[in-house]
């Protein structure tokens, strides 16, 4: 069976930093794009930010460039992602996602992030 675990959420003042990993089993990870998702109370889940199957590429929405890094490790079946200078807004439920253009998409249960004093 197909398993995203995401992990490395909590909770943070603003300004902090944490790392949010996901551990991939049950699908060939070397050739899924992968990203990272956040849903708000109240809002639609909105993209964070995504990599290429093999790490070459990467993209973020525009509130987290600058602070925020995901990368992946193909030898271990994982994707992280390195969030700074955290700020109150970045308070969500963060998803792993995992997409192939011929194959279903598989999400994560996710973690909860929140940046409070």
């Known amino acids: 069976q197909v398993q995203l675990v995401e992990s490395g959420g909590g909770l943070v003042q603003p300004g902090g930093s944490l790392r949010l990993s996901c551990a991939a089993s049950g699908i060939i990870f070397s050739i899924y794009s992968m990203g990272w998702y956040r849903q708000a109370p109240g809002k639609q889940r909105e993209l964070v930010a995504t990599i290429t199957s093999g790490g070459g590429n990467t993209n973020y929405a525009d509130f987290v460039k600058g602070r925020f890094t995901i990368s992946r490790d193909n030898t271990k079946n994982t994707v992280h992602l390195q969030m700074n200078s955290l700020k109150p807004d970045d308070t969500a439920v963060y998803y792993c996602?995992?997409?192939?253009?011929?194959?279903?998409?598989?999400w994560g249960q996710g973690t909860q992030v929140t940046v409070s004093s």
């Open positions: 996602n995992a997409a192939h253009w011929r194959r279903a998409d598989y």
